[in-house]
C-alpha cells in the first residue's frame, strides 16, 4: 500500500485537489479525506496549513488523518436538520467510518478516521 502524504494550505481551492490526489483511492476515502480538510476550513480557518495522511491500517482497513495548528478547535458531531446550512460534516463522517477519533498534541491536533475499505480500492464513484 502506498502511504500517501500531503502538506497544503486548507482553501476551498485545495478540495478538488486533494480529490484529484486521491483518485486512486475509494470514494469514501476521497470524501472523508475532503470533508476533514473543510472542517479545518470551516473552524480553524481559511488557509490554515494542514498535512493529509492516507495509510494502510489493521485489518485492511484505510486511515485518514488531517493535522493543523490548532489544538483548542476539536470537532464536534452535530445533527443537523433538514433546513440546517451546516453541521453535516463530521455526521457523514461518523457514517463512513468505523471509527474516529482526536489526538491533541502541543500546538497541534489530528483529527483521524478508519474505513473498512482497502487502501487503494480504485473506487468509480465521481469525482
Known amino acids: ?17 486533494l480529490r484529484h490526489h486521491l483518485r ?16 479545518v476550513i470551516d473552524h480553524v480557518g481559511d488557509g490554515t496549513p494542514v498535512t493529509v495522511r492516507v495509510s ?10 488531517v493535522t493543523d495548528p490548532d489544538p483548542r478547535a476539536l470537532p464536534t458531531l452535530l445533527h443537523a436538520t433538514a433546513t440546517d446550512e451546516s453541521g453535516r460534516g463530521l455526521a457523514l463522517l461518523d457514517a463512513l467510518a468505523l471509527r ?3 489526538h491533541q498534541g502541543p ?8 474505513l473498512g475499505v482497502p487502501a487503494e480500492a480504485g473506487g468509480t464513484a465521481p469525482d
Open 100 to 102: 474516529w477519533g482526536v
Open 107 to 114: 500546538g497541534r491536533k489530528t483529527v483521524w478516521c478508519e
Open 24 to 39: 486512486h483511492h475509494d470514494y469514501e476515502v476521497r470524501l472523508c479525506a475532503t470533508e476533514l480538510v473543510t472542517n
Open 1 to 17: 500500500m502506498n502511504h500517501l502524504e500531503l502538506s497544503l494550505l486548507a482553501t476551498p481551492k485545495a478540495v478538488p485537489e
Open 56 to 65: 494502510a491500517a489493521d485489518q485492511g482497513r484505510t486511515r485518514i488523518e
